[in-house]
T-cell receptor, first 113, second 112 residues
Framework: DAGVTQSPTHLIKTRGQQVTLRCSPK?????VSWYQQALGQGPQFIFQ???????QRGNFPDRFSGHQFPNYSSELNVNALLLGDSALYLC????????????FGDGTRLSIL | QQQVKQSPQSLIVQKGGISIINCAYE??????FPWYQQFPGKGPALLIA?????SEKKEGRFTISFNKSAKQFSLHIMDSQPGDSATYFC???????????FGTGTRLQVTL
């Protein structure tokens, strides 16, 4: 039973560039949430996708956007990268609005030079 | 009102001892309180979770104590082991699958 998988594991970009991160949810899950975890901090909620629509959004600028595909996988896009966007980006999946908990992937480490 | 405050920031416990991590929340709409364990280079892994209708939940060496009136909850790790050395995060949400609001984390080191 595959868990949440994220790609790539590491990525280096420069300021002003754009990046796309990918997430495949745990088998049987249909809801994907994205979190940003700065070094030494707790994860911060970016947004959540369910039925291919953004359902909830945290306090992140419009530079952060996402997409969910019919197979429930998801992408996180960040435009006009800033040094402060350097972080571990985590994807979590769950089953709709059930009572089952969210399961996290191991994240993508994004470094901005 | 969305904050979850966690303490201590770091904790050193001897093998066999009890590790205690505390969290406090403000939003009374929160109804799901999980604890996550994170090892370096890995994503958070769910350890144990509680809902406000019970005051305590125990799973193996891990226990959550919940005080609804004080809006506080804590994680107790009994018989702490070196393999428990990790960063622990408390979190809260309205609903299990809803967005999680995390604490700032506690780095636990269990010494021999």
């Amino acid at each position: 039973d595959a868990g949440v998988t994220q790609s790539p594991t590491h990525l280096i970009k420069t300021r002003g560039q754009q990046v796309t991160l990918r997430c495949s949810p745990k088998s049987g899950h249909d809801t994907v949430s994205w979190y940003q975890q700065a070094l030494g901090q707790g994860p911060q909620f970016i947004f959540q996708y369910y039925e291919e629509e953004e359902r909830q959004r945290g306090n992140f600028p419009d530079r952060f956007s996402g997409h969910q595909f019919p197979n429930y996988s998801s992408e996180l896009n960040v435009n006009a990268l800033l040094l402060g966007d350097s972080a571990l980006y985590l994807c979590a999946s769950s089953l709709g609005y059930s009572n089952q908990p969210q399961h996290f992937g191991d994240g993508t480490r994004l470094s901005i030079l | 009102q969305q904050q979850v405050k966690q303490s201590p920031q770091s904790l050193i416990v001897q093998k066999g001892g009890i590790s205690i991590i505390n969290c406090a929340y403000e939003n009374t709409a929160f109804d799901y309180f999980p604890w996550y364990q994170q090892f370096p280079g890995k994503g958070p892994a769910l350890l144990i979770a509680i809902r406000p209708d019970v005051s305590e939940k125990k799973e193996g060496r891990f226990t959550i104590s919940f005080n609804k009136s004080a809006k506080q909850f804590s994680l107790h790790i009994m018989d702490s082991q070196p393999g428990d050395s990790a960063t622990y995060f408390c979190a809260a949400s309205t609903g299990t699958a809803s967005k999680l609001t995390f604490g700032t984390g506690t780095r636990l080191q269990v010494t021999l």
